[in-house]
């Protein structure tokens, strides 16, 4: 989180309390109220708000689970690289 006081409104510490602390004095600036965020999804976006169940297959990610407990599982990394590089191509098509 990132600490902006580009206002000047962000109080400034005081003396020094107990044990060697800086303290801070609390000042009864009034809120500053800002606009609210919009959020609009996509048609698929809404597709998936809309069904009742998520499209993830639990069986599967048991099985996954299992495989990495008992040290089974394994990773493709030229596929893993063949999927990155093709998702790639997509998005710079799409542009």
Known sequence: M???????????????GTAGRSTVSRTDAP??????DKVSLSGSGKALAST??????????????AAIADGSFR?????????????????MRRG
């Open 2 to 16: 990132k600490i902006d006081d580009s206002n000047g409104k962000l109080p400034l510490p005081s003396a020094t």
């Open 75 to 91: 990773l493709d990394a030229d596929r893993i690289a063949d999927g990155v590089i093709a998702a790639s191509r997509d998005l």
């Open 31 to 36: 809120a500053v109220s800002k606009p609210a």
């Open 52 to 65: 009742a169940e998520a499209p993830i297959d639990l069986a599967k990610v048991e099985q996954i689970r």
